[in-house]
């Protein structure tokens, strides 16, 4: 379903049965559109159609350049609905589940067993494939009422993710015993979310093994060598990433957050929304950076943030050399068509060059160019 966020307060005052006209990808909205409009939207409705069908066939195949290298494209979920339709579209795994999901709309924790069953359907859907689930993110743009959590003057910059699970570690034992739990009989990976100081990682691998250990004092399995990850969503990850893959089997690069604590813009502000580009230069450098270090100390590294469903940004994400991207299962079709086009000599080419440029609208234009030529 097209949506378009951020439109002036006056859209409220349109009249019920005013024809609008609406493009989704554009982030636009025209109030009684004339005919010529209408006529190119449809055109551009038609043609995203079409290329989607053909997309379609891209969806069980792996995502291979030219020259035959294989990037993971994986699904960002947060309910067993969305994984079904993720592997329909072709997901190889679960890059993120978003186990936030689970608590909200409802008025109390979910308990360890409602957690269990949750995480045990994701992973029968996907079988022997990857499930990463990341613990339990709130705070920032997402509040939990039920928590009573304190309003902030700068919630993102605030009590969020890790942070708030640390300090309430019952929680997130909770929350890792349910995982573990159901770890006995599928592939899942644990992510932390929100990792700033290698102190935090610490603390939660401390919080682990205590699951663990209670796991094993009343007999129930779990899978002993369960991997475990961080995100990387803030420049203090990237910078000190050489001491974060020391503790962790795989960084997972949160573009949303980097893009937002890169650039000093609120992500929900549409006021900024402009400057809140994952394509600027500053934000690729960092990604480019985490790459690096992450092989350097032989962990994998993959992008779980908005940047891998922008079709145009397909010959970054081979050129930089991540090992696998999850995105919204809609997009999982046309990414792997997009890669296909490219050798990596290619794709490294253009990100060296896009490396080096002033901005993201330079950025822009550059991949436009190399995904139409
Ligand atoms: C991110 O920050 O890029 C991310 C994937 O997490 P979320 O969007 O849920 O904050
Ligand atoms: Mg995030």
């Not at 067993?80 to 978003?98: K, P, S, T, Y």
């Not at 961080?230 to 960084?251: G, H, N, Q, R, Y």
């Not at 991540?322 to 046309?334: G, R, T, Y």
């Amino acid at each position: 379903i097209p949506a378009v966020v951020g439109v002036p307060s006056e859209i409220l005052q349109i009249a019920n049965g005013t024809l609008l006209g609406m493009d989704g990808e554009a982030g636009r909205v025209w109030i009684k559109p004339d005919a010529v409009t209408q006529a190119a939207l449809k055109g551009k409705q038609e043609k995203q159609q079409a290329s989607q069908q053909q997309n379609l066939a891209f969806a069980h195949q792996r995502a291979t350049s030219r020259d035959g290298k294989n990037i993971g494209v994986l699904a960002n979920v947060s309910n067993i609905n969305d994984a079904q339709i993720a592997l329909d579209m072709g997901a190889e795994g679960v890059g993120l589940f978003r186990s936030e999901f689970l608590y909200f709309n409802r008025e109390n924790l979910p308990t360890v067993e409602e957690q269990i069953s949750i995480y045990q359907q994701v992973t029968e859907v996907f079988q022997k494939r990857a499930v990463i689930i990341r613990t339990l993110d709130i705070g920032g743009d997402k509040p939990l009422p039920y928590l009573n959590l304190p309003s902030e003057n700068n919630p993102f910059l605030g009590w969020r993710g890790i942070r708030y699970c640390l300090d309430n570690p019952d929680i997130l034992k909770t929350q890792l015993k349910a995982i573990l739990t159901a770890s006995d009989k599928g592939k899942i990976k644990i992510m932390f979310p929100m990792i700033t100081t290698v102190a935090e990682i610490k603390a939660a691998k401390t919080i682990l093994n205590q699951a663990k250990t209670e796991l094993q004092q009343t007999n129930i399995p779990f899978d002993k060598n369960i991997e475990v990850g961080i995100m990387i969503e803030t420049p203090s990850a990237v910078a000190i990433a050489d001491k974060l893959a020391l503790e962790v089997d795989f960084f997972s690069i949160g573009t949303n957050d980097l893009t937002q604590y890169i650039m000093a813009c609120d992500r929900t502000n549409p006021k900024v929304a402009n400057l809140v580009s994952a394509l600027h230069p500053g934000v690729l450098r960092m990604i480019h950076q985490t790459v690096e270090i992450a092989h350097q100390h032989n962990i994998w590294v993959g992008l779980c943030g908005e940047l891998a469903s922008e079709i145009i940004a397909a010959p970054i994400l081979l050129g930089l050399g991540l090992d696998e991207v999850s995105l919204n299962p809609q997009a999982i079709p046309a990414l792997k068509r997009a890669i296909a086009n490219f050798s990596v000599s290619e794709a490294e080419a253009i990100t060296g060059e896009i490396l080096q440029l002033e901005g993201a609208e330079e950025v822009r234009e550059v991949l436009i160019k190399s995904v139409i030529s």
